[in-house]
């Protein structure tokens, strides 16, 4: 991922209604009326975090007539993973040799 694609990611999950969606979808494909109804929000609303999570590729739609499918793509998120594991798994013992 380069670094467009990681800020995109992370402005995805910085909202609590899109971490929200994200926790719906953990379950699987999910129509955007029962994300409406979980949620509570309005239409532009969802349309608006909707668009964020789908730019960022965490989250991919299908049409079905008038209706919009979302999910998990666990391809993202697997970089994702991928991404942050890099921190956790660096040395730790590198001292700075600034003078």
Same mark, same amino acid.
């Given at each position: 991922?380069?670094? %467009?694609? =990681?800020?995109? !990611?992370?402005?995805?999950?910085?909202?609590?209604?899109?971490? #929200? =969606?994200?926790? %719906?979808?953990?379950?699987?494909? &999910?129509?955007?009326?029962?994300? %409406?109804?979980? !949620? $509570?929000?309005? $239409?532009?609303? !969802?349309?608006? +975090?909707?668009?964020?999570?789908?730019?960022? &590729?965490?989250?991919?739609?299908?049409?079905?007539?008038?209706? #919009?499918?979302?999910?998990?793509?666990?391809? &993202?998120?697997?970089?994702? #993973? +991928?991404?942050?594991? #890099?921190?956790?798994?660096?040395?730790?013992? &590198?001292?700075?040799?600034?003078?």
């Amino acid at each position: 991922m380069n670094n %467009l694609e =990681i800020a995109n !990611l992370f402005k995805a999950l910085c909202d609590e209604n899109r971490v #929200t =969606i994200m926790e %719906l979808l953990k379950s699987g494909e &999910k129509c955007a009326c029962i994300l %409406l109804e979980e !949620l $509570q929000i309005g $239409q532009s609303t !969802l349309s608006h +975090h909707m668009k964020i999570l789908c730019d960022s &590729k965490m989250v991919v739609s299908r049409k079905e007539g008038k209706w #919009t499918y979302y999910s998990v793509n666990e391809n &993202k998120i697997e970089e994702a #993973t +991928h991404y942050l594991t #890099t921190f956790s798994t660096s040395k730790k013992d &590198k001292k700075c040799l600034c003078k």
